[in-house]
């Protein structure tokens, strides 16, 4: 239901902040493209050309009709002869054959396997893709290489993990959590983020908020949750990262990877009978449980609606309404605060951002860029 191509309206913003974009992607065929694109250069550490096919990506899944000539091209932004040119070759023949080429190659293929286990990045695939490994089972054979504990329950329950948690699954682990929560603060704020917030029907992890009405209350109670966890036998694997925030500090440009709030990386172990689609259901091993990714993170009740803004994504969003931020209204603003110049600007909710920024409110369900 993608209405034909009706041209350029030439309104099209350069930032994912002042577009909506929904799930509903009308020009799909491209957008695959050119995401295997970006990652081919983002696995060869070209951040400009990754960055020109992450953006021009962007643009496309913003738009309500359907790319079907060159001159549909027109007025929008993001889009350079490079990006043009995969355009006009899959108008033409269906497909790129830059991206066959990619899609074919092996230090690609490699790369993406071992950078889809938990635990490994870039670096540790590009080591592994060196030695000469291949495949999961030539690395779980190499016995020179040394596993961290992430790695190692990547490996264990990778499986799992690479199958994608759904909507439903994502309700079991939130019922779980939240009710961990509850058991030692009542008032406890637990909420989805991430792509769940954004109404993907499956995602790789499930993302949560979890904070006190009271400032500073949060403090202690993720190691209670933990805890509890661990005493039901759910809880397969965590990694603790303290909090490192101080509200001294003024905020950085370059805060793009992470934040100093207290957050767990997590591997739940979610008993198939507890999602309401899969009851009593078993896999060939007789195993009736499936290792869910979950990440936790636990800011104070004045930086929550930061915090929540930074992790409901997409990150392509986040990129660019950091740079609005930073451009357009020469503030500085990150998953703590939002900084102009001289002071920090209060929120208590997103749309509260939103309007510091001059920037009208988008609901989470059209922040898919
Ligand atoms: P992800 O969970 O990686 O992505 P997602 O939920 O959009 O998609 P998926 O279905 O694949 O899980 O990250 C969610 C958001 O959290 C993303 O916008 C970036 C943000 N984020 C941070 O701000 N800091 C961090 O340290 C991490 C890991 C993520
Ligand atoms: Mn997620
Ligand atoms: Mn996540
Ligand atoms: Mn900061």
């Given at each position: 239901n993608c209405s034909a191509g009706l041209g350029s309206s030439g309104t099209i913003s350069q930032y994912a902040c002042q577009r909506k974009t929904t799930l509903k992607n009308c020009n799909k065929i491209f957008t695959d493209a050119f995401d295997v694109l970006a990652e081919h250069f983002e696995f060869n550490e070209n951040k400009g050309h990754c960055l020109a096919f992450m953006r021009a990506s962007s643009v496309l899944k913003s738009?309500?009709?359907?790319?079907?000539?060159?001159?549909?091209?027109?007025?929008?932004?993001?889009?350079g002869p490079q990006t043009k040119a995969v355009i006009q070759e899959i108008l033409e023949y269906g497909n790129s054959l830059k991206v066959q080429d990619v899609l074919m190659d092996e230090r690609y293929k490699t790369i993406k396997l071992f950078t889809s286990i938990f635990g490994v990045g870039l670096k540790t695939a590009e080591k592994w893709y060196r030695k000469g490994l291949r495949s999961l089972d030539e690395v779980k054979a190499d016995t020179s290489l040394r596993f961290t504990k992430m790695q190692k329950a990547g490996l264990l329950y990778y499986d799992d993990i690479i199958s994608s948690v759904s909507w439903e699954e994502a309700k079991a682990v939130g019922q779980i959590v939240k009710d961990a929560c509850r058991r030692f603060d009542p008032d406890a704020a637990v909420v989805i983020t991430g792509g769940f917030r954004r109404g993907k029907e499956f995602g790789h992890d499930v993302d949560f908020i979890i904070t006190t009405p009271?400032?500073?209350?949060?403090?202690?109670l993720l190691q209670k949750v933990l805890s509890e966890l661990t005493y039901q036998g759910i809880l397969l694997y965590y990694d603790v990262i303290d909090s490192t925030f101080d509200n001294a500090q003024i905020p950085s440009k370059m805060f793009e990877a992470m934040d100093h709030f207290e957050k767990c990386f997590a591997i739940l172990k979610l008993k198939k009978e507890l999602v309401s689609s899969k009851q009593s259901e078993k896999d060939i091993n007789g195993k009736d449980w499936k290792a869910i990714r979950v990440d936790l993170v636990i800011p104070p009740m004045n930086c929550y609606a930061f915090a929540l803004l930074g992790w409901s994504g997409s990150r392509q969003f986040e990129r660019d309404l950091r740079r609005y931020a930073n451009v357009e209204k020469k503030m500085l603003l990150d998953n703590h605060g939002l900084y102009d110049k001289t002071t920090f600007l209060s929120a208590k909710t997103e749309e509260d951002i939103f309007a510091h920024l001059g920037l009208e409110y988008l609901d989470p369900s059209e922040r898919n860029a």
């Open positions: 738009l309500s009709y359907t790319i079907r000539n060159y001159r549909d091209l027109e007025g929008l932004a993001c889009l009271e400032n500073g209350k949060e403090v202690g």
